[in-house]
Every structure is written in structure tokens, then in C-alpha cells.
T-cell receptor, first 113, second 115 residues
Framework: GENVEQHPSTLSVQEGDSAVIKCTYS??????FPWYKQELGKGPQLIID?????GEKKDQRIAVTLNKTAKHFSLHITETQPEDSAVYFC????????????FGAGTTVTVRA | NAGVMQNPRHLVRRRGQEARLRCSPM?????VYWYRQLPEEGLKFMVY????????ESGMPKERFSAEFPKEGPSILRIQQVVRGDSAAYFC?????????????FGPGTRLTVL
């Protein structure tokens, strides 16, 4: 199966600064990479995703980049705001059973006001 | 349109008891997935069900754990004879279809504590 590693485990940034979270995956056949945000007491919510045929995707202050050769992908949050404080999870799926999300261990992001 | 609903939100059981976790998918969704989140870890896939069928249970422990999604009613994750290591958050997700472009919507989770 797929193995996803995520770094860092915790990240503290000043409001207005950028936050970057990095993930690596083990199976080069993985073709779908979603990112989830989990707020305290809630379930994960999809915030952005990228497919293997695309190198970068942006949605307002959030962007994701994918390097298939190195098998890593990153989440970039610009102009961070207090409401960005949450746990962020990266995930990957394989084509054969692409309903099966393999998650990283999560990054706890704290935005300091 | 209500989201995925799970109950109870918190469940406390003593070792050896049974735990039943319920999940009602979003309206119109017939695909249900269960994930387990241990402390300080990411979510781990357990099982994928459609109405009355288990499609993939490769992530389920072989003993004590079972899941169902009956024709009528919510999906149930059942843990028999719970042990302390079963303490975790259990999340249910549902989707309209099974391909990756069919987003999985997650419920708020059931936090199981085994004393």
C-alpha cells in the first residue's frame, strides 16, 4: 500500500506570514493528492487537491505543488490568518483503489496574532 | 443538505464491552468509508461499504471488528470485547461515487475511550 510521510508535525507562524507543509509518498503510481483541514472537534474537510498530470494548483491563499520525480507534494498557505490554525493532513491514492485515502500524520498549524 | 452524521460523538466503554458506532451518510450518497485516527497519527482506512455490501475491508482488524451498511438505516461499526488499544477517533465518510474525483465528506467522528 501507499505510505505518506508529512513534515513538520507542528508549525507556528506569525499572522501574515506563509506556511509550508511537505509530504512524500512511496508509490510512484499514486495519482491523486488531496489536502484536508481538521478543526478541533470536527472531521477533516477537503481544502484543495491535485492530480498527477498537474504540477501546481492555486485557490486564493492556498496552493499545492507536486514533484512526481521526487515523489513529494507541498501545501503553501500565504498571508496566514488566525482562522488558518488547524491540523492539516495530506493524503494520496492509488489508481487501483482510489477511494482508499492514505493520510500523513498531520501538521498542527498555529497562527500567532 | 445535512452533512455526514455520526453518533455518539463520545463513547466510553470498559474493557470487554461492545462499542457500536453509527454513521448516516449525506443524502444521496451510497458509498461509506470508515477511518480510525489514533492519537498523534493520521487517519487509517478501515473499510468501504455500499448498501448491503462490504467492498473492501482490508484495513479492518481480523478479529472483534465488523461493519455493515444495511438497506435501511445508518452504517454501523461494531467493536466487540474492546481493549484499551481501541481508544481512538473513528471517522465515517461518504461519497457520491468511488472515483477519486468524488469527494469524501467526513463526519465529526466518534471518540471512543476504553477504560
Amino acid at each position: 500500500g501507499e505510505n505518506v510521510e508529512q513534515h513538520p508535525s507542528t508549525l507556528s507562524v506569525q499572522e501574515g506570514d506563509s506556511a509550508v507543509i511537505k509530504c512524500t509518498y512511496s508509490d510512484s503510481a499514486s495519482n491523486y493528492f488531496p489536502w484536508y483541514k481538521q478543526e478541533l472537534g470536527k472531521g477533516p474537510q477537503l481544502i484543495i487537491d491535485i492530480r498527477s498530470n498537474v504540477g501546481e494548483k492555486k485557490d486564493q491563499r492556498i496552493a499545492v505543488t507536486l514533484n512526481k520525480t521526487a515523489k513529494h507534494f507541498s501545501l503553501h498557505i500565504t498571508e496566514t490568518q488566525p482562522e488558518d490554525s488547524a491540523v492539516y493532513f495530506c493524503a494520496a491514492t492509488l489508481p487501483l483503489n482510489d477511494y482508499k485515502l492514505s493520510f500523513g500524520a498531520g501538521t498542527t498549524v498555529t497562527v500567532r496574532a | 443538505n445535512a452533512g455526514v452524521m455520526q453518533n455518539p460523538r463520545h463513547l466510553v466503554r470498559r474493557r470487554g464491552q461492545e462499542a457500536r458506532l453509527r454513521c448516516s451518510p449525506m443524502k444521496g450518497h451510497s458509498h461509506v468509508y470508515w477511518y480510525r485516527q489514533l492519537p498523534e497519527e493520521g487517519l487509517k482506512f478501515m473499510v468501504y461499504l455500499q448498501k448491503e455490501n462490504i467492498i473492501d475491508e482490508s484495513g479492518m482488524p481480523k478479529e472483534r471488528f465488523s461493519a455493515e451498511f444495511p438497506k435501511e438505516g445508518p452504517s454501523i461499526l461494531r467493536i466487540q470485547q474492546v481493549v484499551r488499544g481501541d481508544s481512538a477517533a473513528y471517522f465515517c465518510a461518504s461519497s457520491l461515487g468511488t472515483r477519486s474525483y468524488n469527494e469524501q465528506f467526513f463526519g465529526p467522528g466518534t471518540r471512543l475511550t476504553v477504560l
